[in-house]
T-cell receptor, first 112, second 114 residues
């Protein structure tokens, strides 16, 4: 079956702009989590959505937001981009009732 | 919150040798400990996991051990092969009714030389 699909794979944005990243989970998975990966901080949890509701949130500023649609697809948005937002953004899906994340290949965001 | 320390940050071994990566966690309530392998250009892939009610788990050349008292867990790879070269991450989580987040270690870059 198809894995977790993230689009786009690469993105270059200018400081101050906003960006939207998309994630399509594995069919049947209702939970989608987002992580930021940087060389300095490693993998850090952003937020998790389950059945269109955010049920957990990491320690990131309000510029980072997300949503989940009725088909479980999720988007995350970053407004007023800063240079430090340059990172690999990873989406992971699960059935939502136990362990077993499957990660996508990520979106590489570069802010210039 | 949970804090996970991972060592070493880099590990170089010869093909056929064993490799051991160690992690410690801070929250004694954590009960789920997965290990992920990340290859260049790809997302992390789950390779093995262990729950707090188990002390050891094996899957072919890979094994994980957990010491709840000391709050540390380790990944053991035997008979390493060049294709084992990747970055490995440990993580800890409190699994509660399927509601969980993973706290990751900073990763170990494993290089297996032929």
């Amino acid at each position: 079956k198809a894995g977790v699909t993230q689009t786009p794979r690469y993105l270059i944005k200018t400081r101050g702009q906003q960006v939207t990243l998309s994630c399509s989970p594995i069919s049947g998975h209702r939970s989608v989590s987002w992580y930021q990966q940087t060389p300095g901080q490693g993998l850090q949890f952003l937020f998790e959505y389950f059945s269109e509701t955010q049920r957990n949130k990491g320690n990131f500023p309000g510029r980072f937001s997300g949503r989940q649609f009725s088909n479980s697809r999720s988007e995350m948005n970053v407004s007023t981009l800063e240079l430090g937002d340059s990172a690999l953004y990873l989406c992971a899906s699960s059935q939502g009732q136990g362990p077993g994340y499957t990660f996508g290949s990520g979106t590489r965001l570069t802010v210039v | 919150g949970e804090n996970v320390e991972q060592h070493p940050s880099t590990l170089s071994v010869q093909e056929g040798d064993s490799a051991v990566i160690k992690c410690t966690y801070s929250d004694s309530a954590s009960n789920y400990f997965p290990w992920y392998k990340q290859e260049l250009g790809k997302g992390p892939q789950l390779i093995i996991d262990i729950r707090s009610n188990v002390g050891e788990k094996k899957d072919q050349r890979i094994a994980v051990t957990l010491n709840k008292t000391a709050k540390h867990f380790s990944l053991h790879i035997t008979e390493t092969q060049p294709e084992d070269s990747a970055v490995y991450f440990c993580a800890a989580s409190l699994m509660n009714s399927g509601y969980s987040t993973l706290t990751f270690g900073k990763g170990t870059m494993l290089l297996v030389s032929p």
